[in-house]
C-alpha cells in the first residue's frame, strides 16, 4: 500500500515532471515538487495559478470547514506575493450533505471570496454516490500580477533572514484536538489550548502582508512535511544552505503536549496557516513589525549561509541542505498527522 498524502519526490521526477503536456513557451514556472503555484505569461502580466483539493470536516462546523478550505487553496497563490483574484471551483458533493449544509458552505466561501477581492468565474457543483467528507472537490485559485512582484519559491539569497510565523504542528494540532479531544490523556486546558490552534490555520492575509512589507524573497506554507518538509524544499528550490536555530522555533500553546501523546514530530507535521518566508535582512524588522500588528506570532529562526549552488535533486551536497544546531534536518518521507488521524478516527467509530 502506498503512504499517504503527497507522492514523493522520486515518483514526481520520473513519471510527472518528464509528462507535462504540451511545451509551451508562455509557462513562466511550471510543475516544480515543493512549489506551491504555477506562472503563466499573458501578454506583458504574469498569470499565477494553484489547484487544490477542498477538505471539508463536518465536525468543524460548515462555517469554520468552508473557510478553512478556502484559505488552503487561495494560499497557494499568496505566497507569490500576488493577491488572489479568481477562483473556479468544483463540488464532487456526499449525498448526505443537505441543502441548507451546502448553503452554509457556498455563503461562507462567497463572503470570504468577496472580502479578499476574489471573483468565483466558474465551476461544477453536483451530487454522487460514491464521494464522502472530507474530500469533496477542488478548486482552482489565480491572481494577476507583474512578473517583477512574483516571490518566487526558489529565490532565497545568500545572507537573507528566515522568518516563520505561528510555529510548527498548529493545523495538525488544532484538527487532532477538535476532533478527537475526547480520546487525548490530557488535562483539559492543554487540549483547550491545543484546540485554540485551529484558529492560526488561516494564511492568506498573512503572505499578503509580508510581501507587502519588505523586500521578500521566498516563501512558502508549511503544509503537508511540516516544517521540516518546507526548509527542505525552499532550500533545494534556491540551491541554498539555511542555518536554523532550534530553540529560536516557537512552539503555540498546546502542540508540545499533543504531540507527544500522539508520538508525532511535530517539525514533520502539516502546519498550514503558518508561513516560512525568506527576507532581505533590511526588511526583517518591517515584515515583523506589519504581522505582528495583525496579531500574527512571528519568530526569527535562522539564515541563508549560501545560495546559487547546485540543488541536492541535482546532486548538490551542501546547497539545498538545511541544518538545525549544525545537525542536518531530513525532509520527512511521510506527514505523520496522516496516521494519527487514521488512528483516532479508527477508534472514535
Known sequence: MSDLGKIDRAFFDRH??????????????????????????VGDRALVTATDPLSILPALG????????????????????VPPSHLSIC???????????????????HAECADLGVAVVTGHTARYA???????????AMGVGDHGDIVRPDGACEGDRLLLTNGPGVEAVGLLSTLFGDQLDLPNDVVADAQDRLDEVFAVRDALTAAAAGPVTAMHDVTEG????????????AGARFAIDGDAVPLRPGVREVCDALEIDPWAATSCGSLLIAVDPDGVDDV???????GTPVAEIGRVDAAGGESAAEGGNEAGAVLVD???????????????????????E
Do not use: K, Q
Request: glycine share 10%.
Open 16 to 41: 510527472i515532471a518528464p509528462n507535462l503536456g504540451a511545451d509551451r513557451d508562455d509557462v513562466a514556472v511550471g510543475p516544480t515538487h515543493g512549489v506551491d503555484f504555477g506562472v503563466l505569461d
Open 62 to 81: 460548515f462555517e469554520r470547514a468552508a473557510r478553512f478550505a478556502l484559505d488552503l487553496v487561495l494560499a497557494d497563490v499568496a505566497v507569490s506575493g
Open 91 to 109: 463540488f464532487t458533493l456526499p449525498e448526505g450533505m443537505t441543502d441548507d449544509e451546502f448553503a452554509t458552505v457556498w455563503e461562507t466561501i
Open 130 to 140: 460514491d464521494p464522502s467528507h472530507p474530500w469533496v472537490g477542488a478548486a482552482t
Open 226 to 237: 511540516g516544517l521540516a518538509g518546507a526548509l527542505n524544499e525552499m532550500a533545494d528550490g
Open 288 to 294: 515583523r513589525g506589519a504581522l505582528e500588528e495583525r
Open 326 to 348: 549544525g545537525d542536518r534536518l531530513a525532509h520527512p518521507c511521510v506527514d505523520p498527522s496522516w496516521a494519527a488521524y487514521s488512528r483516532l478516527a479508527d477508534r472514535a
